[in-house]
């Protein structure tokens, strides 16, 4: 059985940082993409960032492109998402999820297991 666990969310100002982190276990984690989604209250679960198998292709939504950075440790089984100059409007629940293919993409139909997510909170 896969299992994300995910960490590293917390309550930070605006313009500040945070470093999210999931730790996958039970699956071939360096054979499959792995992406980012948030869900913010009373909206959709929306892409945020995606990275291929071996790390050297990512996407990124329009909003975090410039200020978000996803990274992945094949030897640690964990992907990372960097989050710089944060804006109230990045609050939200993040959720680590394992790509169904090697190469990444940005629906969640792309995407198989999901983590419990993290709560990321700026405040103004």
């Known amino acids: 059985q896969v299992q994300l666990v995910e960490s590293g969310g917390g309550l930070v100002q605006a313009g500040g940082s945070l470093r999210l982190s999931c730790v996958v276990y039970?699956?071939?984690?360096?054979?499959?993409?792995m992406g980012w989604f948030r869900q913010a209250p009373g909206k959709e679960r929306e892409f945020v960032a995606a990275v291929s198998w071996t790390g050297t292709t990512t996407n990124y939504a329009d909003s975090v492109k410039g200020r978000f950075t996803i990274s992945r440790d094949n030897a640690k089984n964990t992907v990372y998402l960097q989050m710089n100059s944060l804006e109230p409007e990045d609050t939200a629940v993040y959720y680590c999820?394992?790509?169904?293919?090697?190469?990444?993409?940005?629906?969640?139909?792309?995407?198989?297991?999901w983590g419990q997510g993290t709560q990321v909170t700026v405040s103004s």
């Open positions: 999820t394992t790509g169904r293919r090697p190469t990444s993409g940005i629906r969640p139909s792309d995407f198989d297991s």
């Open positions: 039970g699956r071939t984690f360096s054979y499959y993409a």
